[in-house]
């Protein structure tokens, strides 16, 4: 299939989710990522650690664990719908990142993404695909940090780089 | 809608979306990296679009008081998250749409980097439960609460509310400032396109 072959453009992709995503808006709320990556931490956190973990209060008060959260699937669903995609374009194969330097980036870079999702309750794709065409006023402040960031985080990967 | 209905449908969507990014290549990191380092365009521009027709879209369904708007305080912690969460972006080399993405094209690097998200969410509870900052959505109240930091709530529908104006006025005007963006960075793309041509041409005519 033809769809397989070529790549594909980008502009008609995101048209084509926005489209989409205006359903999901209408259904449940629009596309978010975040949400579901915290309900999974939290799950994985009650299975290594039982009933303990309602001791510390975030998962008491804040997320309470618990599987049946919509936004866990949309991220389930990405990974499958990228597999899928992946194996039928013969794209799919191991990549594994070889030098140090990027494990380390990696790494930092998960844990800045983790962490500052929690702090502000949006990850970058509620801040351009729902904040802000919500016009939430969060959205604003949201861009310009994601922006400032991208910025900086721009700045160290050159200098990671240039070594 | 039960809640297996709605994961149901979550997962529908998910997928689209997955097979969608992994066939176009899209990266939300890359918009926004591409655009700082490179002065290249490519997802730039895809996101615009998308921006466009979710502005129309969901603030004419909020005139009509459709749709589920996102509702919660913000403030400086929306800020600082999304600020530390851009230098993780791009140092990671991926958002937390194409870590899944990459992943099930059988990336190992960014199945580590959603590992450590986890691990960062995980950390951030733990200091949450120390300070208990920003405040939880039960206490939030939608008005500014400026010793928590918070701004309160506000988006097209409460504009409507607050200015008897419908929501979709307000995002037509969000509309065409995107738009205007848009059409900036194709003409921009036009000239580096020119720009390139003349330089090979010159470059055949000296060899």
Redesign the interface.
Known sequence: ME??RK????????????????F???????????GG??M???L??QAVLGEDLMR????N???RPHA???????????????????VL?K???????RRAS??L??????????????????????????????????GY??????????????V???KILEG | ?T??V?????????????????????C??AA??DA??FKTY??T???L???M???V???G??SLG?????R?D??L?????????????????????S????????????L???????????????V??WN?W?P???SMTGEPNLPALQ???????T?QEKLGVP?LV??LV?FAVLLALYRAILRRERAQHEKHAQHQKEASETA
Not at chain 1, 117 to 138: H, Q
Not at chain 1, 141 to 154: D, K, T
């Open positions: 769809f397989f790549t594909l453009d980008p502009v008609f992709a995101l048209a084509a989710i926005a489209v989409l995503d205006i999901l808006f209408l259904l449940l709320g629009a596309w978010t990522v975040g990556e915290t999974m931490t939290g994985l956190a510390i209060p975030f998962w008060i804040v997320f049946d959260y919509w936004k866990i699937y949309i991220s389930f669903g990405m990974f499958f719908g990228a597999f899928v995609g992946a374009s794209e799919f194969y191991w990549r594994v990142p990027e494990w980036m990696i790494t930092l870079g998960g844990l800045l993404m983790g962490f500052g999702i929690r702090l502000a309750y949006i990850c970058n794709v509620s801040t351009f695909f729902g904040l802000l065409p919500e016009m939430n006023l969060g402040l949201a861009m310009s940090g994601i922006l400032a960031g991208a910025w900086v985080g721009s160290i990967y050159k | 809608m809640p297996v709605e994961c149901l449908v979550a997962f529908l969507f998910g997928s689209v979306v997955g097979l969608l990014m992994q066939r176009s290549r899209f939300n990191t926004l990296r700082i380092m490519r997802n521009k895809a996101m679009m998308a921006m027709i979710l502005t879209g969901f603030t369904f909020m459709a749709g589920h708007p996102m919660f913000v403030g912690n929306t800020f600082a998250g999304l600020f530390l969460f851009g230098i993780g972006m791009v140092l990671a080399g991926a958002c937390t749409v870590t899944w993405v990459k992943t099930g094209e059988g990336n190992l690097g960014t580590w980097a959603l590992l450590f998200t986890f691990v960062g969410m995980f950390l951030f509870s733990l949450w439960s208990w920003p939880a959505p039960q701004l309160g709530f506000a988006n097209a529908q504009l929501a307000f995002g969000q």
